[in-house]
């Protein structure tokens, strides 16, 4: 016999579990059944994908070309590698508005280092470069992680403060001037280099996806990052620690923007103060429109990657045929928009589904 009282929290990508610690599984026997479940998981993303593929591939024949497929590879691995990092926090209902500026400070801080070092061994200059690019993440994620996990500041205020913070920083060091300088090595093998065929920046954004499936459905602290979204003080009671998780995932977050900025100062071959300034709107329609919920304990990998594909395309689609840099601003703008209500849409029919087998 069911309580209708009982409590259902979400605990890793599509496994709800009960305060009674049953696992929570819904009816798959239909077409309708298939279709809500793919709409409580990833919105309308797919049909949005599959529309906007079909419709630059008419417009525009460059769109489907080699030469454009591997454009847009190269520039999905830089963004797909940010919306990542933002997924972490917004798995555990926090942002993070500062990853462009990490991306910024990373890239300006990497770049230095290496070229007052450049005159000797350039693997050792690259090291170092690389070094001080994760150290300058970790320690923006270090910040953001105790403002928001032990001070309990509002990540929104935290990460924001921070952005600003990094990019003053950025450009007070550089005088707003790019940083030239870095070993050429730096550049042909981290941003312009292939294997197989493959563009080394997308290498490394699957293994950063790989690396974060794993973290959030096979790990005991994924689980616990899921919990904390869903219900930080249900997740506090059951015995999470919930300090650690928060530190945990914003950490990780942070240097994922850290590697963001390493690869897009190799693929520039300078150092930017104002590189990635777009990263964190784009990372945050992306998810949200990726299906990772707004308000925490709900996301999966595949949704946060489909996410970043679709800016991507839709950015290159619309400067292939030319649309004002003002109007791709304006339908970013409208997609938040959509996406947000999508968001809300699914929230309602995902506690329906909930809410039916419990009144059953």
Not at 58 to 75: C, D, G, H, K
Not at 153 to 167: D, P, Q, Y
Not at 281 to 288: D, E, H, K
Not at 316 to 342: H, P
Request: hydrophobic letters at 50%.
């Amino acid at each position: 016999m069911t309580n209708s009282s009982t409590k259902v929290v979400a605990m890793s990508p599509g496994h709800n579990i009960n305060s009674r610690g049953a696992l929570s599984v819904q009816p798959a026997n239909d077409i309708s059944g298939f279709l809500r479940r793919q709409f409580i998981n990833y919105g309308i993303l797919p049909l949005l994908l599959l529309g906007l593929i079909l419709t630059f591939a008419i417009i525009e024949p460059r769109f489907l070309s080699y030469a454009n497929v591997m454009n847009v590879t190269r520039q999905v691995s830089y963004l797909g590698i940010i919306v990542v990092g933002q997924m972490l926090y917004l798995v555990t209902a926090n942002y993070d508005l500062s990853n462009g500026a990490t991306v910024a400070l990373s890239s300006i801080g990497c770049a230095m280092v290496m070229a007052a070092t450049a005159g000797g061994d350039p693997a050792v200059s690259i090291v170092w470069g690389c070094l001080t690019a994760f150290g300058i993440s970790l320690l923006v994620g270090v910040i953001n992680g105790v403002l928001i996990a032990v001070v309990k500041v509002s990540s929104f205020m935290v990460t924001l403060g921070m952005a600003s913070a990094a990019v003053g920083i950025a450009l007070m060091v550089t005088g707003g001037m790019p940083v030239y300088g870095m070993p050429p090595e730096f550049s042909r093998y981290f941003g312009e280099s292939t294997i197989l065929g493959i563009p080394f920046p997308a290498i490394v954004f699957a293994g950063v996806v790989a690396v974060v499936y794993v973290l959030l459905n096979w790990t005991k602290i994924g689980r616990h990052a899921f919990a904390v979204g869903g219900n930080e003080r249900a997740a506090f009671q059951s015995g999470v620690n919930v300090r650690r998780t928060l530190l945990c995932m914003c950490i990780s977050g942070s240097v994922l923007a850290g590697v963001v900025g390493l690869l897009l100062t190799a693929r520039m071959s300078t150092g930017e103060a104002n590189v990635g300034i777009e990263f964190p709107l784009q990372s945050i329609i992306a998810c949200v429109i990726g299906g990772i919920a707004l308000s925490g304990g709900e996301g999966r990998v595949s949704g946060a990657v489909m996410g970043a594909l679709f800016i991507v395309l839709l950015s290159n689609g619309m400067d292939l045929i030319r649309v004002q840099s003002y109007a791709q601003d304006v339908l970013l703008g409208a997609l938040l928009v959509l996406a947000v209500i999508v968001d809300k849409l699914r929230a309602r029919v995902r506690l329906r589904q909930t809410a039916a087998p419990q009144a059953a």
